[in-house]
């Protein structure tokens, strides 16, 4: 098999990579404000969310507006890679702005966790729905067998000839980023009303801190499998 790269590119390796880290940083964060009693560096965490919500808007932006997968016959990738890099960069685009703005002195206190639960409330609707966007592209994804890797790339093109194993692993993967997402306005008013140990609190956590772990770790591998693809396909 032989792809045109040149009108194909591809770069969920990245987003792959600015993705995990990013739900392990909001993970990261929130227990820092929770723990930290001398108060949590803002500047070092807006540095953090901003590159990560840059990488992931511009490459979400151009996959979501051109399409470029859909010259090699994936162009649900676009939307499935595209639209939800978009969503989640955006996000942390915003959350490096806030912090940026307020400066390390608004996050120093008793009622941090309070208060940045509050200013969080409006925007976990759109967490939530993405959420559930993530759930629909779990089920499109076993139900239509995607995600199977061709048997040129290495390691993933083991299972080439049995597509449901990876189908199961990425849409179980998207699904679990989509409940911490779903339960994140739960955990979001449980924190506001004190209850930072509630069990929205703790789903979203867990949820955010296993997929960002094994997200970003897959992001890794690309790096090697998808070169190997590229040189095995040119």
Do not use: C
Request: zero cysteines.
């Amino acid at each position: 098999m032989t792809i045109d790269w040149a009108s194909m590119p591809t770069y969920n390796t990245i987003m792959a990579v600015a993705a995990g880290v990013g739900l392990l940083g909001l993970v990261q964060f929130f227990r820092d404000v929770l723990r930290r009693r001398d108060g949590v560096s803002t500047d070092g965490w807006a540095l953090n969310f901003g590159v990560l919500g840059t990488i992931l808007t511009t490459t979400g932006l151009h996959m979501t507006l051109t399409w470029p997968l859909a010259a090699g016959g994936f162009p649900f990738d676009n939307i499935i890679f595209g639209e939800t890099s978009l969503g989640f960069g955006v996000l942390l685009l915003a959350a490096a702005l806030y912090l940026w703005r307020r400066g390390s002195d608004a996050l120093v206190g008793a009622n941090v966790a309070e208060h940045l639960a509050r200013v969080a409330r409006p925007v976990s609707i759109f967490v939530a729905f993405l959420g559930g966007a993530l759930i629909a592209i779990a089920i499109a994804g076993v139900r239509y067998q995607l995600f199977a890797a061709p048997p040129q790339e290495p390691i993933s093109g083991a299972f080439a000839q049995w597509p449901l194993v990876e189908a199961i692993f990425m849409s179980g993967l998207l699904a679990l980023v989509g409940v911490g997402a779903i339960a994140f306005p739960f955990a979001v008013r449980s924190v506001e009303a004190g209850r930072t140990k509630a069990a929205p609190v703790v789903i979203a956590g867990w949820s955010w801190a296993v997929s960002g772990t094994v997200v970003g770790l897959f992001g890794v591998m690309n790096f090697f499998t998808h070169i190997g693809l590229i040189v095995n396909t040119m």
